[in-house]
């Protein structure tokens, strides 16, 4: 039997009903919710906006979204994706700043189950720091993936790393707020 300690996932299982069942798409609905911090939206923009996975590769996977609900990268107009863009860059350097990783895996979940997204219809990139070495035994032997910093702790040094940005300020709802 596998076992792995993780206490910090008890949130999640443990949560409240209405966080469960998230009426409509998920990207559409997190963004809206009063506490940032607690439906995990570190950074936004007016067109975009960036969510911590809750299911983590590693410390700091983001996700960068348009607030725009569609799966077809085709379909967003020109302000759209120079904003989906320009917070992917302004991502990476948060991440930078904040966790001064190796390296960074970049990928846009598009066309929905057969691309191997779980939300089939909108559209949105996944940021995934990398450290050499950050891949050990115990996938290749056990088939378990160790994530070594708790999602809530992660969302505090992302932020801090958004707020170092030029344009950046924190809103009222635990975010950050970005101009560009």
Same mark, same amino acid.
């Given at each position: 039997m596998d076992q792995l300690f993780a206490p910090w996932r008890i949130e999640?299982?443990?949560?409240?009903d209405d966080e469960r069942d998230i009426e409509g798409c998920p990207f559409c609905v997190l963004p809206e919710r009063e506490d940032a911090r607690e439906a995990r939206v570190?950074?936004?923009t007016e067109r975009a906006y960036v969510l911590l996975n809750n299911s983590p590769y590693n410390p700091g996977h983001s996700m960068v979204i348009p607030?725009?609900?569609?799966?077809?990268? %085709?379909?967003l107009d020109e302000e759209t994706l120079l904003a989906h863009a320009r917070l992917t860059q302004r991502t990476m350097e !948060?991440?930078?700043s904040a966790f001064d990783?190796?390296?960074?895996? !970049?990928?846009?979940?598009?066309?929905g189950a057969a691309a191997g997204?779980?939300?089939?219809?909108?559209?949105? %990139?996944h940021i995934v720091p990398r450290w050499r070495g950050d891949t050990n035994f115990m996938p290749v032997t056990a088939e378990t993936k160790v994530i070594v910093q708790a999602v809530e702790d992660t969302y505090e040094q992302l932020r801090a790393g958004f707020l170092d940005?030029?344009?950046a300020t924190a809103n009222d709802r635990g975010g950050v707020t970005l101009a560009f």
């Open positions: 999640w299982v443990e949560r409240d570190v950074a936004e607030r725009e609900h569609t799966g077809a990268y %085709t379909a !948060a991440l930078e990783p190796d390296g960074v895996n !970049a990928g846009l979940n598009l066309g997204g779980s939300i089939a219809d909108h559209l949105h %990139t940005q030029e344009g």
